[in-house]
């Protein structure tokens, strides 16, 4: 094989991986042109507030800032309904997850970085996983797996205990709400950022490296998202 065939040949397998690539992503906001509807609320039935946009300074480009807009409650980035969609991402539970990119200004390593889905499974309830928040000075990669490997925690009324599958899977299959923590440090001098909010359905890149963490942070103080 010459050359340039073989650069050919390089060129079609980097189409197929692509291809493949862009068909497992079931949902993603990545902030280039708007906020795509997402905004910062107190939980689900919170207050809403509103979130900035900024053209530059994200990975690559736009991304979302939220600055603390009150010291009585937790706030979190709250996803749009055109993201969320018809709100059935079981297709992912056990081979693909979620991830998003994030920093904040008010880091600290005792703090951590949250996700949660809410849905109608068992009467209503949230799914819930957390990491440990990465203080490196800039943008970091949060990802965690729709298994049992990412610790998702399965709160129903006010019980939280471990999820099984079968729980990842049932909020998965009707979600109506997802939200990412947009406040870390109780006061109102706080500014978070997030970008590429994407739901996969295989593993993305530079995934396995945080999903072990999950494991760590099981005893770890959590900000409710009821608020």
């Not at 539970?93 to 889905?117: E, L, M, R």
């Not at 990412?180 to 500014?191: K, P, Q």
């Amino acid at each position: 094989m010459n050359h340039t065939t073989t650069i050919i040949a390089a060129f079609a397998t980097l189409t197929a991986i692509t291809t493949t690539a862009s068909a497992a992503v079931l949902a993603v906001s990545t902030f280039d042109t708007g906020d795509e509807g997402w905004i910062a609320q107190a939980g689900p039935t919170g207050t809403p507030y509103a979130v900035a946009w900024n053209p530059t300074g994200g990975v690559p480009t736009g991304h979302l800032e939220y600055q603390d807009a009150t010291s009585q409650s937790a706030e979190w980035f709250s996803a749009s309904a055109s993201f969320l969609g018809a709100g059935d991402f079981s297709q992912a539970v056990g081979t693909g997850g979620v991830s998003f990119d994030w920093v904040t200004n008010v880091g600290s390593a005792t703090q951590t970085v949250q996700i949660a889905f809410t849905g109608n499974y068992a009467g209503g309830s949230i799914l819930w996983a957390e990491l440990p928040e990465l203080v490196a000075g800039g943008w970091a990669n949060y990802d965690f797996a729709f298994n049992p490997t990412a610790s998702w925690q399965i709160e129903i009324g006010s019980s939280s205990t471990l999820a099984t599958m079968a729980d990842i899977s049932g909020v998965l299959s009707a979600v109506d709400g997802l939200f990412i923590t947009g406040d870390t440090v109780v006061g109102m001098d706080g500014t978070c950022r997030l970008d590429n909010p994407t739901i996969y359905g295989v593993p993305a890149p530079g995934a396995l490296a945080l999903i072990g963490l999950a494991s760590l942070v099981g005893t770890r103080r959590r900000r409710s998202l009821r608020g």
